[in-house]
């Protein structure tokens, strides 16, 4: 049997450069703005031959996005089995496979884009599996960042079918990224031991009554059936202190939840609202697929469009942002071995980090009573997520802004925050449970 090569990088810019020389696979990048995501989205179609690539290798990109063209889950898994066996599937041979990765089958009539990040993971490693008696190679770019641990299990599967069947494997990994516990002695990882100490806590409330969020049909290219999640708590009033930390299954709605708390998703019925420093109103939301929000063509250009017509709010932005580069710098400085490519410098920035504490700067600057980072170590390494974490809970703190994180890795926080929000489905009723823990 064949054993896994590892690589091991300090940065997302380190990941993908690697890929692009030893692949030939060319990333759309979007963290440079609009034109230079087109420019190399053509330069990628012009290295594109699937001789070479697709037809030998299955990738899978830390953005799941990427990992799925087609429409619906059912028509990606439907033109795998068909490569691989020649046939059409019958139905009940497509719902096994989506049990196999624990994927409801009534997702398969699902649009893609509406699915979260964790289940489009898991169906790009059922595709993946499929695939794999046509493919010579595997090659994983950081495939847990989107998944709870108790589904790691499911990359182990994919990992062992293609190491039995004598097939490579390669795994493209961030320093401290969480991996299965099958996965062992990693030539060049670092045991991530960065330790945060509890950060001030801010007192904040979430006030809840019989929550219903219809989620929209998507109409393209068919119309799609609405979807209803209701949301339980233990209270109509529940106290709680930032920084906070938000745990769930894949798919369990914490994005609904956090959409909805930021104005994004209207309730059907009921309520769901925020007070906090003596205010109330919309949270605001980093999306784990933050680089998507950046707006302009740059970094720098994000600021410039943003705060256009308010120079006052645009100074509070830059200070913010500088806060949080020094606090991160001058952790590197002192642990040089986590890399200096991942700041990146100031008079060009144009690193996923610097893109993430400007979206971080300019929603601190608006002062809201909650903002909310959704898997905020997403295509991060593990110290300089917590690093970075502790830079935006010192600033938030500053401006009286309360701190709500989600995250699948909960071993990372625990030690940093100051209370917890638990999501589970009861399959009893169908509704989402909400609990309530003060640290």
């Known amino acids: 049997m064949r054993q896994i090569n590892f690589k091991v990088f300090n940065s997302f810019e380190e990941q993908i450069s690697y890929m692009k020389s030893n692949y030939s696979i060319y990333v759309p990048n979007v963290i440079a703005g609009q034109k230079a995501f087109f420019s190399d989205i053509y330069r990628w179609l012009d290295k594109y031959d699937e001789n070479i690539i697709f037809n030998t290798a299955n990738v899978i990109f830390s953005d799941p996005t990427l990992n799925l063209a087609l429409p619906y889950p059912y028509d990606e898994i439907k033109l795998a089995f068909t490569n691989v066996f020649n046939k059409q599937p019958h139905r009940d041979e497509i719902e096994n496979l989506f049990n196999e990765f624990s994927l409801n089958y009534e997702l398969a009539k699902r649009p893609i884009i509406s699915l979260s990040g964790g289940e489009r993971l898991l169906l790009t490693f059922l595709k993946a599996y499929i695939l794999e008696e046509i493919s010579t190679k595997l090659i994983v770019c950081s495939p847990t960042q989107w998944l709870n641990p108790d589904k790691y299990r499911y990359l182990e599967k994919l990992l062992s079918k293609y190491l039995v069947n004598g097939k490579e494997v390669d795994y493209l990994l961030l320093q401290g990224e969480l991996f299965p516990e099958s996965i062992t002695d990693i030539e060049g990882y670092i045991t991530d031991d960065i330790l945060i100490e509890k950060q001030n806590a801010l007192p904040w409330l979430l006030e809840s009554e019989n929550v219903e969020v219809e989620l929209t049909p998507i109409q393209f290219p068919e119309k799609s059936d609405s979807k209803i999640i209701k949301f339980i708590t ?206």
């Open 234 to 439: 233990e209270g109509n009033s529940i106290q709680l202190s930032s920084p906070t930390l938000l745990l769930g299954d894949n798919g369990v709605g914490k994005s609904v939840f956090a959409k909805v708390l930021s104005g994004l998703e209207k309730c059907k019925s009921g309520y769901l609202k925020v007070k906090a420093g003596g205010s109330s109103g919309n949270a605001r939301l980093l999306l784990q697929e933050s680089i998507y929000q950046l707006f302009g063509e740059s970094i720098t250009n994000h600021f410039e469009r943003i705060f256009k017509y308010d120079e006052e709010q645009k100074k509070v932005a830059y200070d913010i942002y500088y806060s949080l580069d020094s606090i991160i710098r001058d952790f590197v400085k002192i642990n040089p071995i986590y890399g200096y490519d991942v700041i990146g410098c100031n008079e060009n920035p144009s690193t996923l980090l610097q893109c993430k504490m400007a979206l971080i700067a300019e929603r601190i600057a608006s002062k809201p009573p909650l903002l909310i980072l959704d898997e905020l170590d997403w295509s991060l390494s593990g110290p300089i997520s917590k690093i970075l974490f502790k830079a935006i809970s010192i600033e938030s703190y500053k401006n009286s802004v309360s701190l709500l994180i989600i995250s699948h890795n909960k071993d990372w926080w625990l030690e940093i925050v100051n209370s917890i929000i638990s999501m589970k489905l009861n399959s009893k009723n169908n509704a989402v449970e909400i609990f309530y823990e003060k640290r």
